[in-house]
């Protein structure tokens, strides 16, 4: 009879030691302003209350929205195109590409980080330098990591995990229902007919998946702009760029927690950023099953 519960206890205390405690504790914090590690006062649901008013926390959402846009609407149909282009038995070297588009994942999201930052530089970064090669109207001035932070953040998301994602779609499109894609070629359906009409159907629930991958992980941007923009000297402090424009919700918590020193506060955006995820997931899994009901 106790055999269960052995087997469980390792888990549960895990749990209970890395996990539950950690969030209660949190949770306590979220309604204390801190001066330190020992200076306290409670201050009951007045973070919360501050932080809908914060205007540094609106511009790390908004931010952090317009990378999650990014994510979606950018990174995810360049990863299912790059994925149908290699799932055709037409393309020589397939295995080759596949390893090519992967390789990012492969050398880590620091170093990716760090790559970017020098790819992005005025005068001497590789993207300026080979812009300006195509087009020598093209400013080797161009400011991508001073003014236009957002969209080099994106573009080095899009290098870091648009094989990652491929993936993904590559698996879902090799277990496609032949039977049903020779059934529309037969009717006379043409590419996209048959894209829209018998793939996209097929490889919806892992489409699902992956965009919420997407999302969360958006939401919880950190290491990239932390390593991007480093020697930033926004007010928020190092890591936000100039005027706070590659401030993220999860860079923020970091600044207030361990910069600032208020870890209350910092635990207060924590939570509002886990209840956010949560309704995410929530309504993922709602409209999951609907869609398995229909």
């Given at each position: 009879?106790?055999?269960?519960?052995?087997?469980?206890?390792?888990?549960?205390?895990?749990?209970?030691?890395?996990?539950?405690?950690?969030?209660l504790?949190?949770?306590?914090?979220?309604?204390?302003?801190?001066?330190?590690?020992?200076?306290?006062?409670?201050?009951?649901?007045g973070?919360?209350?501050?932080?809908?008013?914060?205007?540094l926390?609106?511009?790390?959402?908004?931010n952090t929205l317009?990378?999650?846009?990014?994510?979606?609407?950018?990174?995810l149909?360049?990863?299912?195109?790059l994925?149908?282009l290699?799932?055709s038995?037409l393309?020589?070297?397939?295995?080759?590409?596949?390893?090519?588009f992967?390789?990012?994942?492969?050398?880590?999201?620091?170093?990716?980080g760090?790559?970017?930052?020098?790819?992005?530089?005025?005068?001497?970064?590789?993207?300026?330098?080979?812009?300006?090669?195509?087009?020598?109207?093209?400013?080797?001035?161009?400011?991508?990591?001073?003014?236009?932070?957002?969209?080099a953040?994106?573009l080095?998301?899009l290098?870091?995990?648009?094989?990652?994602?491929?993936?993904?779609?590559?698996?879902?499109?090799?277990?496609?229902?032949?039977?049903?894609?020779?059934a529309a070629?037969?009717?006379?359906?043409?590419?996209?007919?048959?894209?829209?009409?018998?793939?996209?159907?097929?490889?919806?629930?892992?489409?699902?998946?992956v965009?919420?991958?997407?999302?969360?992980?958006?939401?919880?941007?950190?290491?990239?702009?932390?390593l991007?923009?480093?020697?930033?000297?926004?007010a928020?402090?190092?890591?936000a760029?100039?005027?706070?424009?590659?401030?993220t919700?999860?860079?923020?918590?970091?600044?207030?927690?361990?910069?600032q020193?208020?870890?209350?506060?910092?635990?207060?955006?924590?939570?509002?950023?886990?209840?956010?995820?949560?309704?995410?997931?929530?309504?993922?899994r709602?409209?999951?099953?609907?869609?398995?009901?229909?």
């Amino acid at each position: 009879m106790l055999t269960p519960y052995v087997l469980l206890a390792p888990f549960v205390l895990v749990f209970a030691i890395f996990i539950a405690y950690p969030l209660l504790i949190s949770l306590r914090l979220s309604t204390q302003q801190t001066f330190g590690p020992e200076a306290t006062m409670n201050v009951g649901l007045g973070n919360f209350f501050f932080l809908v008013r914060d205007p540094l926390f609106a511009k790390a959402v908004i931010n952090t929205l317009f990378f999650t846009a990014g994510s979606v609407f950018i990174q995810l149909p360049l990863a299912l195109g790059l994925a149908l282009l290699l799932n055709s038995r037409l393309l020589k070297g397939r295995a080759f590409f596949r390893l090519v588009f992967f390789s990012p994942q492969l050398v880590g999201l620091v170093f990716v980080g760090i790559l970017a930052a020098v790819v992005f530089e005025k005068q001497v970064g590789l993207l300026n330098v080979g812009l300006n090669a195509v087009s020598p109207a093209w400013d080797l001035d161009f400011a991508w990591l001073e003014v236009y932070v957002m969209p080099a953040l994106i573009l080095a998301a899009l290098w870091m995990y648009v094989g990652f994602n491929m993936v993904y779609f590559l698996a879902a499109l090799q277990n496609v229902d032949r039977s049903l894609v020779e059934a529309a070629t037969l009717d006379g359906a043409g590419p996209l007919g048959r894209f829209f009409a018998v793939t996209l159907p097929s490889i919806a629930p892992i489409a699902g998946f992956v965009t919420l991958l997407s999302i969360i992980g958006s939401l919880q941007l950190f290491e990239l702009p932390w390593l991007m923009l480093g020697g930033g000297s926004g007010a928020a402090g190092a890591g936000a760029g100039p005027e706070n424009r590659g401030l993220t919700i999860v860079t923020y918590l970091y600044l207030q927690g361990f910069e600032q020193g208020d870890l209350g506060y910092a635990s207060a955006v924590g939570w509002m950023l886990a209840l956010g995820l949560i309704v995410l997931a929530v309504l993922y899994r709602l409209i999951s099953a609907r869609g398995e009901e229909a």
